[in-house]
């Protein structure tokens, strides 16, 4: 069975930056986009990103451009999503998922990320 | 970006009603439409993927259609344990995007 580890809950202040990773097991990881999505308390499913584990390509949604980096550690299988200049509104539970066909279909657990001063 | 309109934004329904939730793209997606559930503290459920695949272990009470621009998810006879959200989610193009979610409370 596919499976998709995230670190554990962060708190950050207003302006720091978080890496969350993603350790994907049972599958081949380069032979699969990974995505990163994320919901805020609350609220709906927010789309971030993806990124090609093969080429270390990436496309982020524009809300995030140049804010978000989403990295790969090919020998680790793990996939990395770092947000900068957290704000308030940051805070939220970030999934990464991996998609089968057109739908994703294997989640990570999660990680809280809580932007606070 | 393509933006996905869902409506209801909730709904109260009693268990063995049939519910009918409708999405809409801000351009046409073809059959890259694909339907989640969501329960409070989980991540999403597959449900549907190109608009009227039934993933495998969902319950053939759930069904989609619809192209183009405008979908629906059907659930036939609703059931206790479908109390959740719901969130269409489009796959179109290379930047996905979800629909704002769909809540189906208790009546």
């Known amino acids: 069975q596919v499976q998709l580890v995230q670190s554990g809950a962060e708190v950050k202040k207003p302006g720091a930056s978080v890496k969350v990773s993603c350790k994907a097991s049972?599958?081949?990881?380069?032979?699969?986009?990974m995505h990163w999505v994320r919901q805020a308390p609350g609220q709906g499913l927010e789309w971030m990103g993806w990124?090609?584990?093969?080429?270390?390509?990436?496309n982020y949604a524009q809300k995030f451009q140049g804010r978000v980096t989403m990295t790969r550690d090919t020998s680790i299988t793990t996939a990395y999503m770092e947000l900068s200049r957290l704000r308030s509104d940051d805070t939220a539970v970030y999934y990464c998922?991996?998609?089968?066909?057109?739908?994703?279909?294997?989640w990570g657990q999660g990680t809280l990320v809580t932007v606070s001063s | 970006d393509i933006q996905m309109t869902q409506s209801p934004s909730s709904l109260s329904a009693s268990v063995g009603d049939r519910v009918t939730i409708t999405c809409r793209a801000s351009?046409?997606?073809?059959?890259?439409l694909n339907w989640y559930q969501q329960k409070p503290g989980k991540a999403p459920k597959l449900l549907i993927y190109?608009?009227?695949n039934l993933q495998t272990g969902v319950p053939s009470r759930f069904s989609g259609s619809g192209s183009g621009t405008d979908f629906t998810l059907t659930i036939s006879s609703l059931q206790p344990e479908d109390f959740a959200t719901y969130y269409c989610?489009?796959?179109?193009?290379?930047?996905?995007?979800f629909g704002q979610g769909t809540k189906v409370e208790i009546k």
């Open positions: 351009q046409s997606i073809s059959n890259y």
């Open positions: 049972t599958y081949t990881f380069t032979g699969y986009y």
């Open positions: 989610q489009q796959s179109y193009s290379t930047s996905w995007t």
């Open positions: 990124i090609n584990p093969n080429s270390g390509g990436t």
């Open positions: 998922a991996r998609a089968k066909s057109s739908g994703i279909l294997y």
């Open positions: 190109a608009a009227s």
